[in-house]
């Protein structure tokens, strides 16, 4: 955030002893003994592996009293924690409105970041760490939030400037990256400071001729770190390093006055803010966000960082571990042949030792057999990686934060960077106790946990869920922390608040669902009284139907969970009631358009009654309802088709009365659209019709008896319709209809011919019998024979 992005200021040439300038110039370079007065400026890249050595060794070899780094001052007081054993990079600071916690702001480190190495060393060596950079407290109160981080005005996009760009452009590079790993990353040299100097001069011919490069906000940046800098240097003396981004070494290092500095400062908002240490990931910082600086490659640099020698073979060794973990064979010797290639390849193209791109296409070649499909998950898991990083728990957090934490450990939930399946038991207490955090968390918006469809079991006493935990979710939690000190009383106030604020009833009742799932039983009160109140207002047959699931829902949930729902079951049974009267009428004369979302709803309130207890007369009203829209030719085809379906599936209509209302909605003086859409409401593909046609007899041979009773010219205009109908199946549930048909007409009663394959021509109950044994094991020790026949 404190580092232009695009600008992402080159890191100290710790490699080349000459750096090369626009228009061809080399500069000349001085030793140590150069600037053996003022302060030491060590310009870097933020997150480079060879600028985080060079930042090493130039302090091993000064030795400063003080360091100063370009970061948020309000993280002073808590620097010391970046020397405490519980912290692990990656991590970032984190800054954010006390008022607005969503106005906040990440400054991320990595273990191989320069500004991280730098104040590890300060600690580790008993000399000042201060950062310097212009206060979170304005760049939050700016109107733009990202102020400061590098996102600029749109009308500053023409004059921005890459300043690495420029430098590899007239080193006669066409790839930025590459230029510099060739000249920082993969490189050493002797003397620590010179590339440093060598780099400050090549940024001050850029400065020169750019001026700010399109980022006018940096002058703010850059006088409030010259102030900063005049009062270490009063204190300090001259014996002060600063670590900061080499774009700003020139203006650091020009000669301004105090007065001057302050006038640019003077009228900036403020906010009050607090910060603190929060873990992060290496895929963060693979994005464009502050100082994340859009690395492609956060694994491999950190690699290049921690690798004490052979970094090559270091790294084939990884990425053939990695595969061979995957089941993908890969011996010794195509380590070997990889390393020997990556360094071929490398000196081919003349550079000083083989980069991303020879390991990769090394890789590629020799371990993948040329596929980029294992190639992709060597670049996910290593070339970018899943480390999450830790934050001692002495660092400051709001008291929500630290109520999450002791659930996770009580729980044993760990955050974790990468996305895992999470298969819950709400049988057990832990599995129980671990699904009511995930959904109180959704409701507070900390997406931790997504519910997804489970592989295993669909009964109500399991859950799955996918997690994945990302740096963000602490803003989330510190926005939610209004609510309340822990994750049950934020929850609870959340959704309370919620259901008085709630103005439509489909919206009330999913509050409701959310209350029984997270078991936040104190709320349920508030929303009960919200749900009555808008359940009574609303007239909508629409608004009532798209309610009715979720309280269905609600109702199994809290069986499950031990909940009492007995107000909630009544405001299900009066809905279902009303939706009884009003359904009828409201489908009548829709349009297509409207008629399909209608039929949505008719399927939605269909299986929601089948949830509700004692619905045995809810169901037979319901069945009077369609029924009456099955009859009724003022109601779309799709509706009345699907009523139709509906009834047959439930054993409320007989065959006989299907095959009557097919053949009237597919009668010649039936409009085709409207006969199409009858067909489409009755086995649409949406409705799995294709799949039942396949395996039900009864259905395939009423479409089969129809379709070979239209006359010559009625099946002209119908066969189109036809095929839109039957095109949304898949291929193979398209292919068998098509074997079933071609066999022949079936046998009255629906039974196949006999000798027809793949169809018997009675019951085989000893087949039948052989599924008996697996119902006992499923449904307990009883008369299972006498239970069936």
């Not at 060879?50 to 302090?59: D, E, I, M, P, Q």
């Not at 400065?207 to 010259?226: F, I, P, S």
């Not at 083989?354 to 996910?380: F, I, K, N, Y």
Request: charged content about 25%; some cysteine; glycine content about 10%.
């Amino acid at each position: 955030m404190t580092a232009p992005q695009a600008v992402v200021a080159p890191t100290p040439v710790t490699t080349a002893t000459t750096a090369v300038v626009p228009g061809g110039v080399t500069p000349s370079v001085a030793g140590p003994a150069g600037r053996a007065a003022g302060p030491l400026f060590l310009g870097v890249r933020h997150h480079g592996p060879g600028s985080a050595r060079a930042v090493r060794g130039a302090l091993d070899a000064r030795r400063p009293a003080a360091v100063l780094i370009e970061g948020p001052p309000e993280a002073d007081a808590i620097l010391p924690l970046a020397g405490d054993e519980g912290m692990r990079p990656p991590v970032a600071l984190l800054a954010h409105a006390v008022d607005d916690p969503g106005r906040a702001a990440f400054w991320p480190f990595a273990e191989f970041s320069p500004e991280w190495v730098a104040i590890r060393w300060a600690l580790a060596h008993g000399a000042a760490v201060r950062f310097i950079d212009l206060p979170a407290a304005h760049t939050l109160a700016a109107t733009d939030p990202t102020w400061g981080d590098g996102e600029e005005d749109e009308a500053d996009e023409g004059l921005r400037i890459d300043p690495i760009a420029e430098l590899a452009g007239a080193a006669g590079y066409d790839d930025p990256e590459r230029w510099w790993e060739d000249v920082v990353e993969l490189r050493g040299a002797a003397d620590p400071v010179t590339p440093f100097e060598a780099l400050a001069e090549a940024m001050g011919a850029l400065r020169e001729t750019y001026g700010h490069g399109g980022h006018a906000r940096d002058l703010v940046r850059e006088a409030y770190m010259r102030l900063q800098l005049r009062a270490a240097r009063k204190e300090f003396g001259e014996d002060v390093a600063v670590v900061c981004g080499a774009w700003h070494v020139p203006a650091l290092d020009r000669r301004t006055t105090a007065t001057a500095d302050r006038a640019l400062l003077k009228g900036l908002p403020k906010v009050k803010t607090e910060t603190t240490w929060v873990p992060w990931t290496h895929r963060r910082l693979a994005r464009r966000s502050g100082y994340g600086a859009g690395i492609d490659a956060p694994g491999w640099y950190g690699h290049l960082f921690a690798a004490p020698d052979r970094p090559i073979e270091r790294w084939m060794t990884k990425v053939a571990g990695l595969l061979r973990a995957e089941d993908t064979m890969v011996s010794s010797a195509h380590v070997i042949e990889a390393v020997r290639l990556a360094e071929t390849l490398a000196a081919m193209r003349g550079r000083p030792l083989a980069g991303l791109g020879e390991t990769t296409d090394a890789v590629r070649a020799v371990m993948c057999d040329g596929s980029d499909v294992p190639l992709d998950l060597v670049r996910d898991r290593l070339v970018v990686g899943d480390i999450l990083g830790e934050v001692p728990a002495a660092a400051p957090a709001v008291p929500l934060q630290r109520d999450l934490t002791r659930l996770q450990r009580a729980l044993r939930l760990k955050p974790e960077a990468q996305e895992r399946e999470l298969e819950l038991d709400l049988r057990k207490e832990n599995d129980s106790t671990r699904s009511r955090l995930l959904h109180r968390l959704g409701l507070l918006a900390v997406g931790w946990g997504t519910p997804v469809a489970g592989r295993g079991s669909t009964g109500t006493f399991r859950e799955s869920w996918r997690l994945r935990w990302e740096p963000e979710l602490h803003v989330r939690i510190a926005e939610a922390g209004v609510w309340g000190t822990t994750v049950e009383s934020a929850a609870t106030s959340k959704a309370e608040a919620r259901a008085l604020e709630a103005t439509a009833l489909a919206d009330v009742t999913a509050l409701a669902e959310q209350c029984l799932l997270g078991g936040l039983g104190a709320a349920l009160p508030v929303v009960m009284t919200a749900l009555a109140d808008r359940a009574a207002l609303d007239t909508d047959v629409a608004h009532l139907a798209q309610a009715l699931p979720a309280l269905a829902r609600s109702l199994r949930y809290g069986d499950v969970r031990a909940t009492d729902t007995a107000a909630l079951g009544e405001v299900a049974a009066g809905l279902a009631e009303r939706i009884c009267v009003g359904l009828p009428p409201a489908c009548t004369g829709l349009d297509t358009d409207a008629a399909t979302e209608m039929r949505g709803h008719l399927d939605a309130v269909h299986g929601a009654l089948q949830l509700l207890p004692d619905s045995a007369e809810l169901t037979g009203r319901w069945a009077g309802v369609l029924r009456g829209l099955a009859s009724r030719d003022s109601v779309a085809g799709t509706l009345r088709g699907r009523a139709a379906r509906l009834l047959l599936d439930e054993g409320r209509l007989d065959e006989g009365e299907a095959a009557r209302l097919m053949s009237l909605a597919l009668s010649p003086g039936a409009p085709p659209a409207d006969a199409a859409a009858w067909i489409e409401g009755f086995v649409g593909g949406a409705s799995g019709g294709g799949m039942l046609l396949v395996h039900d007899e009864r259905l395939l041979a009423l479409v089969d008896t129809w379709l070979t009773g239209v006359t010559a010219d009625a099946f002209t205009d119908v066969l189109p319709l036809l095929r839109r109908t039957f095109s949304a199946y898949e291929p193979g549930v398209r292919r068998t209809l098509g074997e079933l048909v071609a066999r022949g007409p079936s046998a009255a009663g629906g039974r196949a011919e006999a000798g027809t394959p793949g169809f018997g021509t009675a019951l085989d109950e000893e087949r039948a019998d052989g599924v008996l044994p697996v119902l006992e094991l499923i449904l307990g020790d009883i008369d299972m024979v006498g239970a069936n026949r």
